[in-house]
């Protein structure tokens, strides 16, 4: 296989070192605007399924939309958010948003609606207003279903801005690949992807730790797996 | 709680149906103040439901009336229903969070004493105590929210037989002179704790009144008499299911 077509992994750490301050500068920014659209996509899908839990009438309303921000693919849209938005952060941080959004806001609003019936009537009993139970019992009991969601939002979150980068930008990884790929430098989009990889799974990985930290009671059967006589 | 707690009238002329099925006949059940009812029947007959509705959980079937008594209830389920994202002291004071009250801190940790726990355990999560513990946890938050009516539902029949019974003759000296319906399986239970016990039978369900042993509760689990009135008890319980 030619070098142009599979590099070797020496060719593909040599572009890495080589071009470490492009590739980083270009990195930068997709960090960033992964972040940026972790960020707000997450606080939007908490809006929405805090909206859906506290406002019953607007489901009906609010349901659908939930469902056509997953219906549309985002590949679709990205040349009209490119459009819209510019070639810059915004239309990228936009599309890495409309990924996240979904898995953040179906999540916690799945865990909104499977609160103990037993601690509602509790609450109900202990004179609890309908905004104490939201926020007080309903919202912390959500909270392990929230992570699962914010989890998967942080694996999915690069797949939005390095598509919006694809569409039409000026920097980014997703940039950068397209730029190596005209060139033929296949051992640039291999360094490229391989960063975005790291960037990946650091995201993962200090996402669920985090939310380890933050929510110390969610169930974890795995770990205390490690105690116990798994069949095999 | 120096005075003696209310009384309460649960009025169902036609019963009541949840679903379309009827569960309960006719009810008229007056419950005295300052004494604990017991309520046995088998699984279905709708014990949970009556306590349910004198807690204000379920709406009253027309032609029904209910004592209102929001606001003067303490409720202790099955489960002990601690939350996990706070500590024991968190879960004691709960009543005061949702409230938005500022809790009394010093009572919680009174209470905590009272049912048997250390001054350690306060701080411990839920999730570190045993199935006992966390059972008198959830008794110290009842008797936290400090009301003159208590309604049990089956509160003990999740932990083992001696812990069961400890936690009985406990819960019979911190709730004396409070109004206790006790919703319940355990015959020997009713006739411990129960100033009067009540069967609920048939389909649908109508309630009917068994005497109770002599003495005030809680009355000794091997007393003759006691293990005499549990054999009748389960007889009638057994009645109750064919």
């Known amino acids: 296989m030619p070098p142009f077509l599979l590099p070797s992994p020496m060719r593909v750490a040599s572009a890495l070192v080589d071009r470490w301050d492009i590739i980083l500068g270009h990195a930068a920014t997709t960090g960033t605007e992964i972040l940026l659209g972790l960020a707000l996509g997450s606080l939007l899908g908490c809006l929405m399924a805090l909206t859906l839990a506290a406002w019953p009438a607007g489901r009906r309303w609010l349901l659908p939309l939930l469902l056509v921000s997953q219906a549309v693919p985002v590949f679709a849209i990205a040349p009209l958010l490119v459009l819209w938005l510019g070639y810059g952060m915004a239309s990228k941080v936009a599309m890495a948003v409309m990924i996240i959004f979904f898995p953040v806001a179906t999540a916690f609003h799945d865990g909104l609606r499977r609160t103990e019936p037993g601690l509602l009537d509790l609450a109900a009993t202990m004179g609890a207003s309908r905004t104490a139970v939201l926020w007080r019992v309903r919202v912390p009991a959500a909270l392990p279903s929230l992570a699962s969601g914010l989890r998967v939002a942080a694996g999915v979150a690069p797949i939005g801005a390095v598509v919006g980068e694809w569409v039409g930008s000026s920097a980014g990884l997703g940039y950068l690949m397209l730029q190596a790929n005209g060139r033929s430098q296949a051992d640039v989009m291999f360094a490229a992807l391989f960063v975005l990889?790291?960037?990946?799974?650091?995201?993962?990985?200090?996402?669920?730790?985090?939310?380890?930290?933050?929510?110390?009671w969610q169930p974890d059967s795995l770990l205390s797996d490690q105690d116990r006589k798994v069949l095999p | 709680m120096a005075e003696r707690a209310p009384g309460f009238r649960i009025h169902l002329p036609e019963g009541l149906s949840l679903g379309g099925q009827p569960v309960l006949g006719p009810t008229d059940l007056s419950l005295e103040g300052g004494r604990v009812t017991a309520l046995l029947g088998p699984s279905g007959s709708g014990k949970s439901?009556?306590?349910?509705?004198?807690?204000?959980?379920?709406?009253?079937?027309?032609?029904?009336?209910?004592?209102?008594?929001?606001?003067?209830?303490?409720?202790?389920?099955?489960?002990?229903?601690?939350?996990p994202w706070r500590d024991v002291l968190g879960n004691v004071t709960m009543g005061a969070h949702l409230r938005g009250q500022a809790p009394d801190l010093a009572r919680a940790r009174a209470l905590l004493a009272e049912v048997g726990l250390?001054?350690?355990?306060?701080?411990?999560?839920?999730?570190?105590?045993?199935?006992?513990?966390?059972q008198r946890v959830a008794l110290a938050r009842t008797l936290m929210e400090d009301r003159p009516i208590v309604l049990m539902d089956e509160p003990f029949s999740a932990v083992d037989a001696p812990t069961r019974h400890r936690m009985q003759s406990l819960a019979a000296r911190l709730l004396a002179r409070r109004t206790v319906l006790l919703v319940t399986h355990d015959p020997l239970e009713a006739l411990r704790l129960a100033d009067r016990i009540l069967v609920l039978g048939g389909r649908p369900a109508t309630a009917s009144e068994v005497p109770v042993p002599a003495g005030a509760p809680p009355r000794a689990a091997g007393d003759p008499a006691l293990l005499a009135a549990q054999a009748a008890l389960l007889e009638r319980l057994a009645e109750a299911v064919s």
């Open chain 1, 197 to 216: 990889a790291v960037m990946s799974l650091a995201l993962w990985f200090s996402t669920d730790r985090l939310l380890r930290r933050a929510i110390p």
């Open chain 2, 49 to 83: 439901t009556l306590l349910r509705l004198a807690a204000g959980l379920l709406a009253v079937p027309a032609g029904g009336s209910v004592t209102k008594l929001a606001g003067r209830v303490a409720y202790m389920a099955q489960q002990d229903l601690l939350v």
């Open chain 2, 118 to 134: 250390a001054e350690a355990d306060a701080l411990k999560s839920p999730a570190q105590l045993s199935g006992g513990m966390r």
